[in-house]
C-alpha cells in the first residue's frame, strides 16, 4: 500500500491550496482516507476524513467551514481543498487510510506535504 500526498506550498493568508492523495494497493473504496496535520513542536491533529463508498465527510471544529474533503474512487484519490488559509494551519499534512470504515485505525500514511501560510 502507498499514499502519495502532494499540492503543498507557501501561501499568503487568505489564499488557497488544493492537497491530494493518491494511493495504490488497496482496495480504495473500502478504505476511510484521513488528512492529519502536525505542526513544529506540536502534536498530530485530525483534519478530516471520508468514507469509503457513501462518501460520508468530517471535520474538525477549527476547520470547518473552510476546508472541503472529497474522493474520486475511480481516480483512487482523496482531495483536501482548503480556503482562506491561517497562519495556524501551518503544517505538515498527511493523509492516511484506514481499513476498518471507523475513522479511528490508521494503518497506512503518506510521507506528508508541508503547507505553509504567511501573514
Known amino acids: 500500500v502507498q499514499l502519495q500526498a502532494s499540492g503543498g506550498g507557501l501561501v499568503q493568508a487568505g489564499g488557497s491550496l488544493r492537497l491530494s492523495c493518491a494511493a495504490s494497493?488497496?482496495?480504495?473504496?473500502?478504505?476511510?482516507i484521513g488528512w492529519f496535520r502536525q505542526a513544529p513542536g506540536e502534536g498530530r491533529e485530525g483534519v478530516s476524513c471520508?468514507?469509503?463508498?457513501?462518501?460520508?465527510?468530517f471535520y474538525s471544529d477549527s476547520v470547518k467551514g473552510r476546508f472541503t474533503i472529497d474522493r474520486d474512487n475511480a481516480e483512487n484519490t482523496v482531495h483536501l481543498q482548503m480556503n482562506s488559509l491561517k497562519p495556524e494551519d501551518t503544517a505538515v499534512y498527511y493523509c492516511?487510510?484506514?481499513?476498518?470504515?471507523?475513522?479511528?485505525?490508521?494503518?497506512?500514511w503518506g510521507q506528508g506535504t508541508q503547507v505553509t501560510v504567511s501573514s
Open positions: 471520508i468514507s469509503g463508498s457513501d462518501s460520508i465527510t
Open positions: 492516511a487510510a484506514d481499513p476498518t470504515g471507523v475513522g479511528e485505525i490508521y494503518d497506512y
Open positions: 494497493g488497496l482496495a480504495f473504496d473500502d478504505y476511510v
